[in-house]
């Protein structure tokens, strides 16, 4: 690598500032020390361990996922390519961890009304993300695609998603309807290299298809095909993204805590959880971070909240992500953060340097409460504003972080997808809980499946169908 | 009003079903009984009491919204059908209130996708609310909008909000550019009748300008001209929305808990938080009321969030709202709500009949997985999936309430906020803390103004560059 462009590559490093998390500024009662960090020595050094252990095991190939994809990404930009070339319309049928990821890369790296831009300006077709299954949504989608100019991106690695296999039966018999033989050209598969019913029908069908690797589960997926794939076709450059994360795992494979942005991040989140801390809240001072939170939303809640730990006993371990943006929510949530329960912490997410910049003009100079406004750019109004909700917080002895990126690119995007999912793998290892699984959400799947009469679930139905009445005097 | 017309209105009645907060559902550790809520016999009486003497002291003039604005409506619907006839775009300059009651309404009743529908089927202006002042989103929105063929709502009750009004500042200089001295006309003032920078400047520039009343405070103004004028250009008819309000309000009006919905989502809530569930997520099963869920973040965090009660002593009261989306969040949240610490409550809000449908059609038939989807509409799965999940945290003893619209209308969209609208005020009444003001958002807004250098904030600008320095080894 060049000097050049390590230097750049220097300056572009993600700063994580935890200083609002210590005693010397929120106080001896909510704050930490460095010796409490250091008290947990011992298990931060077994979550180490672990956490290599694990690489080799199965549960961390995303770690891999910025190193070991090149021949991937090549398929993957060539696709990209020629979707651009031809699409009016990309959408993503797809749900969680294939949705939020896609939405939030879209969002940090792309214009914040690319969907109406004139089409020469954006370069590529305008981008849906078909999350859900409410029918007046998927109609109004509908109402503004030609199907036929659209390209369906379907993905779910076990294939049999509700959701987003609902969404693909009503797309599939559309295209047939309305292109007939060639249908299967509108269509992408995202999904499992082997097992399952995507796979199947791709390959019956002649599906374009990518694959999700082994090991890697649907929130820590983002940088996989599930989410390389729709960045590229908006045009984002892919390797960059991962370049980012490589550089960020790196800083991130360093035992010492005190250098380990991730470890660090997720030391002091442990400490506030003991301390019942149950409410994360991510704010970000910038709208193209908007969508970030709630990728994290899914990935801390999904990762952490579990009834047993390890060993099987009960522990109902989690803390509840919230969605903040600012300023916006200085006017909805920060009456409550700063004298409210002391029961969270707060992360900002802030921005060394906007991409583009609009100066306030110096007009209605006779107006106190407006006038020192004049000759500020909007950039300096924000970061004021950001700096002084961090200050107000710090005087009210309530814990916060400060994640700065130097400039929204792709190259600190990556790394903020790294830095997080690493963080999370780690926490839940001092958790002592298993991060990859989500056992809690089998019984509503299987409440739905029984309810919509599929064949298997009749003791479930059963059950349903038994179960207490609602009492007609607790309605009103 | 014709008997017709009540019949419809009682079948457009919203339900509270509060079974899951019961302990027949939820068992003896989590639930509640009658006699819980019996015991607060005095408390709900005194705080009815409170509630009735504060409606003629100017703090509940909001309440009154929905019977007394005859004259209003009238102006507003006038000015609304002259702008929906020359505009091309709608932007309202807001934050908080301004912008989240507005926001929740167009996105319940109008086209999900409705900026990007052909003008002729929207039949007014496109719609945008900036709501922020990242230099990224406001040189975004100016890239796809005509400044010269789109009308500005400026909506601050003070006229001195500084998000607001920088944005107005830019906007004001703007329009004197491009369209030289007719600006004025496409400009419209919300604001104070008497008070502050905007109804001043709205006066000597001759703007068209709607009045905030007196006791109608920020997160409470949604049915005042602050929501009603860009609703009325949106073609949502308001005179139904008020109508659906007033109906609500009525039935909240009953001092008996067991026969006020209003009451009855607030005592519980309110025995929820003295166990110390310090969340309340907000869950729609409808991408419709999405933003229902933000607007009544802002509405319970700002109103509940207070560090003294009123008698000044200091009980860091609140509740943490979190907002979630049915379906698309049982893939992020519902793992940690299921699993997770019994610290939240979950309100969902649930629709009788969607306003669109589709069915999933007969493909695929040969793979049990997805087989049985086929014939099935999207409403009977999300709605299968609503009672799944309903379900599963009843299983798990998660308290839950649900509240049902039985459609999305403006009737029922109108009931919604008055319902909580008044169930938060009744809480700040429970448990005795002022609903009404947001005196922790002082600190920051000073020392927002110290650090742009604003006159008279020299001593907090002292304070500020006084503070202890950032520790450079708390940064990684």
């Given at each position: 690598?060049?000097?050049e462009?390590?230097?750049?590559?220097?300056?572009?490093?993600?700063?994580?500032?935890?200083?609002?998390?210590?005693?010397?500024?929120?106080?001896e009662?909510?704050?930490f020390?460095?010796?409490?960090?250091?008290?947990?020595?011992g298990?931060?050094?077994?979550?180490?361990?672990?956490?290599?252990?694990?690489?080799?095991?199965?549960?961390l190939?995303?770690?891999?996922?910025?190193?070991?994809?090149?021949?991937?990404?090549?398929?993957?930009?060539?696709?990209?390519?020629?979707?651009?070339?031809?699409?009016?319309?990309f959408?993503?049928?797809?749900?969680?961890?294939?949705?939020?990821?896609?939405?939030?890369?879209?969002?940090a790296?792309?214009?914040?009304?690319?969907?109406?831009?004139?089409?020469?300006?954006?370069?590529?077709?305008?981008f849906?993300?078909?999350?859900n299954v409410?029918?007046?949504?998927?109609?109004?989608?509908?109402?503004?695609?030609?199907?036929?100019?659209?390209?369906?991106?379907?993905?779910?690695?076990?294939?049999?998603?509700?959701?987003?296999?609902?969404?693909?039966?009503?797309?599939?018999?559309?295209?047939?309807?309305?292109?007939?033989?060639?249908?299967a050209?509108?269509?992408?598969?995202?999904?499992?290299?082997?097992?399952?019913?995507?796979?199947?029908?791709?390959?019956?069908?002649?599906?374009?298809?990518?694959?999700?690797?082994?090991?890697?589960?649907?929130?820590f997926?983002?940088?996989?095909?599930v989410?390389?794939?729709?960045?590229?076709?908006?045009?984002?450059?892919?390797?960059?993204?991962?370049?980012?994360?490589?550089?960020?795992?790196?800083?991130?494979q360093?035992?010492?805590?005190?250098?380990?942005?991730?470890?660090?991040?997720g030391?002091?989140?442990?400490l506030?959880?003991?301390?019942?801390?149950?409410?994360?809240?991510?704010m970000?001072?910038?709208?193209?971070?908007?969508?970030f939170?709630?990728?994290?939303?899914?990935?801390?809640?999904?990762?952490?909240?579990?009834?047993?730990?390890?060993?099987?006993?009960?522990?109902?371990?989690g803390?509840?992500?919230?969605?903040?943006?600012?300023?916006?929510?200085?006017?909805s949530?920060?009456?409550?953060?700063?004298?409210?329960?002391?029961?969270?912490?707060?992360?900002?997410?802030?921005?060394?340097?906007?991409?583009?910049?609009?100066?306030?003009?110096?007009?209605?100079?006779?107006?106190?409460?407006?006038?020192?406004?004049?000759?500020?750019?909007?950039?300096?109004?924000?970061?004021?504003?950001?700096?002084?909700?961090?200050?107000?917080?710090?005087?009210?002895?309530?814990?916060?972080?400060?994640?700065?990126?130097?400039?929204?690119?792709?190259?600190?995007?990556?790394?903020?997808?790294?830095?997080?999912?690493?963080?999370?793998?780690?926490?839940?290892?001092?958790?002592?809980?298993?991060?990859?699984d989500?056992?809690?959400?089998?019984?509503g799947?299987?409440?739905?499946?029984?309810?919509?009469?599929?064949?298997?679930?009749?003791?479930?139905?059963?059950?349903?169908?038994?179960?207490?009445?609602?009492?007609?005097?607790?309605?009103?």
């Amino acid at each position: 690598m060049r000097y050049e462009q390590l230097q750049w590559q220097e300056q572009m490093k993600i700063q994580v500032d935890f200083n609002h998390m210590m005693t010397e500024f929120i106080g001896e009662e909510e704050g930490f020390t460095r010796e409490h960090i250091e008290a947990l020595a011992g298990k931060i050094k077994d979550s180490h361990q672990r956490m290599l252990k694990k690489s080799g095991s199965g549960w961390l190939e995303w770690r891999k996922l910025p190193m070991n994809q090149e021949e991937v990404v090549t398929k993957i930009v060539r696709t990209a390519e020629e979707i651009r070339s031809r699409a009016e319309a990309f959408v993503v049928l797809g749900i969680g961890g294939s949705a939020l990821g896609p939405l939030a890369v879209q969002t940090a790296l792309n214009h914040l009304h690319y969907n109406e831009l004139p089409t020469e300006r954006r370069g590529g077709p305008r981008f849906y993300v078909l999350d859900n299954v409410d029918p007046e949504r998927v109609a109004a989608l509908f109402d503004i695609i030609d199907p036929a100019k659209t390209i369906f991106n379907v993905i779910s690695k076990s294939g049999s998603t509700s959701e987003t296999m609902a969404q693909f039966m009503i797309v599939f018999n559309l295209l047939r309807e309305k292109i007939g033989s060639d249908y299967a050209k509108n269509i992408i598969a995202t999904t499992d290299a082997e097992k399952g019913n995507l796979v199947k029908m791709a390959r019956e069908e002649g599906y374009t298809t990518f694959t999700i690797p082994a090991g890697v589960g649907g929130r820590f997926s983002e940088l996989s095909p599930v989410g390389l794939l729709p960045a590229a076709v908006c045009g984002i450059d892919i390797r960059e993204l991962l370049a980012g994360a490589a550089y960020m795992d790196k800083l991130c494979q360093q035992e010492d805590v005190f250098r380990n942005p991730a470890y660090m991040l997720g030391v002091l989140q442990y400490l506030a959880m003991r301390r019942g801390k149950n409410i994360s809240v991510m704010m970000p001072y910038t709208d193209a971070l908007k969508y970030f939170a709630d990728w994290y939303a899914q990935l801390w809640a999904e990762s952490l909240g579990k009834r047993t730990d390890n060993n099987g006993e009960d522990v109902f371990a989690g803390q509840t992500p919230v969605k903040a943006l600012g300023t916006t929510d200085q006017h909805s949530q920060v009456q409550l953060y700063v004298e409210g329960p002391f029961d969270k912490v707060v992360t900002f997410l802030g921005v060394g340097c906007y991409r583009q910049e609009v100066t306030i003009p110096k007009v209605f100079e006779d107006l106190a409460g407006i006038a020192f406004l004049g000759g500020h750019t909007l950039g300096q109004l924000i970061k004021a504003e950001q700096l002084a909700t961090e200050y107000a917080l710090m005087k009210a002895q309530r814990l916060n972080f400060t994640v700065t990126l130097p400039e929204i690119n792709a190259f600190t995007v990556g790394q903020l997808i790294q830095l997080l999912e690493i963080q999370t793998a780690f926490v839940g290892e001092l958790l002592d809980i298993n991060a990859f699984d989500q056992p809690g959400v089998e019984e509503g799947k299987n409440a739905t499946y029984a309810l919509l009469g599929r064949p298997g679930y009749e003791s479930k139905k059963q059950e349903l169908e038994t179960r207490p009445l609602k009492k007609s005097e607790y309605i009103l």
